[in-house]
């Protein structure tokens, strides 16, 4: 078994998305969230507080979950690991990453800050929940839209500016939730009465989608999409409406018709389809599991470090700052 440690803290419960949630397994890959004695492989998202390993660096892995318009990731950081997976174009083409969707956790089902300590599952909703979850058959003939109100991207605030469109036009058949809106604690809990909803993602990057996607499709709603351009070599056509929110009224006018249309009740075989995708294929342990399984195949005669060496936390310089306010104001790539 190979033994993988990912450092927290976390928000939420992440070890859910197992199988077995009491044993967090995922094939031949053990993951711990409390440093073992000994691991084989060492993951990180990123770091609060520096950390002394004797995992070698070609046996050190960083997963980075945002789009280049959003987030930096200064050379320093990157440099302690053998391997860095995201979404960021830019770095791909030179090389200094390498090509995957963001590994993120699912939302839906479980409340931020409750139960990231102990293992309760009556406080969420476990993957064998999900995996057999029966959407309710008498839901709201309307559209869903989870949404908050920050600001500082260009992708934001054109979901913003859509969302506050709605609002002004008295649309009916959408109503508007999340933080500066109508808040609420589990996603699953207002979704779950609703037939469709709006999954719109903080601006348009290749590869990158987030669990506003994975969400809708756990809650059994068909998902009115904008966001990422190639998500339909992830989901097929017909298990979601892609839209562009920049055009109110065309967006507006697809909305109702496939409300008119029903089209929830035609896409449910798709839709149940796209759950196991994300429950199985795109589950974010899988995802690790399948690449340090390849690193693993040429990389396992690689012994410990007989010294620790410390990982540290990112550093922002003033340069790096500056050109990250500029690729959030313009939503550009620097």
């Known amino acids: ?124 909703m476990s993957y064998q929940d999900f995996k057999h979850y029966e959407a309710k058959e008498s839901r709201l003939d309307k559209v869903c839209f989870i949404t908050s109100n920050k600001k500082f991207t260009k992708g934001h605030r054109d979901r913003v500016n859509f969302a506050n469109k709605i609002l002004k036009n008295h649309i009916d058949f959408i109503d508007v939730y999340g933080n500066g809106y109508n808040p609420v604690d589990d996603k699953l809990e207002v979704m779950s009465k609703y037939k469709y909803v709006l999954a719109i993602e903080n601006g348009q990057c290749m590869d990158y989608w987030t669990e506003k996607l994975a969400d809708s499709y756990l809650a059994g709603c068909y998902p009115i999409y904008y966001g990422c351009p190639n998500i339909s070599d992830y989901f097929k056509q017909d298990s979601m409406l892609k839209v562009d929110i920049r055009d109110y009224e065309k967006t507006i006018s697809a909305i109702k018709k496939i409300i008119d249309q029903d089209l929830f009740s035609a896409s449910k075989e798709a839709v149940s389809v796209a759950r196991n995708l994300v429950l199985d294929k795109y589950n974010m342990f899988n995802l690790i599991a399948n690449e340090v399984n390849k690193i693993d195949s040429y990389s396992s005669v690689i012994e410990k470090m007989s010294l620790p060496e410390t990982i540290y936390p990112m550093k922002y310089t003033l340069k790096d700052l500056f050109l990250c306010k500029l690729a959030r104001l313009f939503n550009i790539t620097l």
């Open 1 to 124: 078994m190979i033994k993988i440690y990912i450092p927290g803290p976390f928000s939420i419960p992440i070890w859910r998305q197992f199988p077995d949630s009491k044993r967090c397994i995922w094939g031949n890959c053990e993951f711990y969230f409390e440093e073992p004695k000994e691991y084989d492989y060492l993951v990180v998202w990123g770091l609060e507080k520096e950390l002394p390993t004797l995992c070698p660096k070609e046996k050190r892995l960083c997963f980075l979950g945002e789009p280049p318009y959003v987030k930096r990731y200064p050379k320093a950081f990157r440099e302690q690991f053998g391997y860095v997976f995201g979404c960021q174009p830019k770095m791909i083409n030179k090389g200094l990453m390498r090509r995957l969707m963001p590994t993120l956790a699912w939302m839906a089902g479980c409340k931020i800050g409750a139960n990231v300590f102990k293992d309760d599952p009556d406080t969420f």
